[in-house]
T-cell receptor, first 115, second 108 residues
Framework: GAVVSQHPSWVICKSGTSVKIECRSL??????MFWYRQFPKQSLMLMAT?????????EQGVEKDKFLINHASLTLSTLTVTSAHPEDSSFYIC???????????FGPGTRLTVT | AQSVTQLDSHVSVSEGTPVLLRCNYS??????LFWYVQHPNKGLQLLLK??????LVKGINGFEAEFKKSETSFHLTKPSAHMSDAAEYFC??????FGGGTRLMVKP
């Protein structure tokens, strides 16, 4: 089946620094990638949808200047958490699909801890 | 607008007994419905999906779900639980709206 990877799998950073998380589709071309955030013992919350070569569409309440998303190629999307604060600590999950309505394949997630 | 409610945050069963994870949805149109499973430190895995074909959908690992439009439900079932089924399960409407999740615990 389709495989999506995320790197790093976990990261610890200091408050005020920026962190970049990569999401890669390993064996298919992902025209659309999604970024989710999952708080402990809670469900996934969609943050944004990105289509290759165009600007990401952010969900209501998600700060686009804080969570920078780049989808520069059909196999790579990145999420950069800028000026991270402890409240940004969370589990970030990406998914990739061939088209906005295609089946999503999920990455294993990245656990971010901001100290 | 769409929403999905998983009626139980935790379900505990004994190994070998049936599993029932409940999901109710609301949608202004005929939705696509999905069940995903999330094991610790692993990505979400698709168990099954309903896309307006047969109302009884069979998935992987012996799971199945029945779409009942009159009840706006899409409950997930399995005849006999296995220890490896212990995980978090998510009901999803139209790929982007997730339920709150149900943690399934399987006792030996």
């Amino acid at each position: 089946g389709a495989v999506v990877s995320q790197h790093p799998s976990w990261v610890i950073c200091k408050s005020g620094t920026s962190v970049k998380i990569e999401c890669r589709s390993l064996d298919f071309q992902a025209t659309t990638m999604f970024w989710y955030r999952q708080f402990p013992k809670q469900s996934l919350m969609l943050m944004a949808t990105s289509n290759e070569g165009s600007k990401a569409t952010y969900e209501q309440g998600v700060e686009k200047d804080k969570f920078l998303i780049n989808h520069a190629s059909l196999t790579l999307s990145t999420l950069t958490v800028t000026s991270a604060h402890p409240e940004d600590s969370s589990f970030y999950i990406c998914s990739a699909s061939q088209g906005a309505l295609g089946e999503q394949y999920f990455g294993p997630g990245t656990r971010l801890t901001v100290t | 607008a769409q929403s999905v409610t998983q009626l139980d945050s935790h379900v505990s069963v004994s190994e070998g007994t049936p599993v029932l994870l409940r999901c109710n949805y609301s949608s202004s149109y005929s939705p696509s419905l999905f069940w995903y499973v999330q094991h610790p430190n692993k990505g979400l895995q698709l168990l099954l999906k309903y896309t307006s074909a047969a109302t009884l959908v069979k998935g992987i690992n012996g799971f199945e779900a029945e779409f009942k439009k009159s009840e706006t439900s899409f409950h997930l079932t399995k005849p006999s639980a296995h220890m490896s089924d212990a995980a978090e399960y998510f009901c999803v409407v139209s790929m982007l709206t997730f339920g709150g999740g149900t943690r399934l615990m399987v006792k030996p």
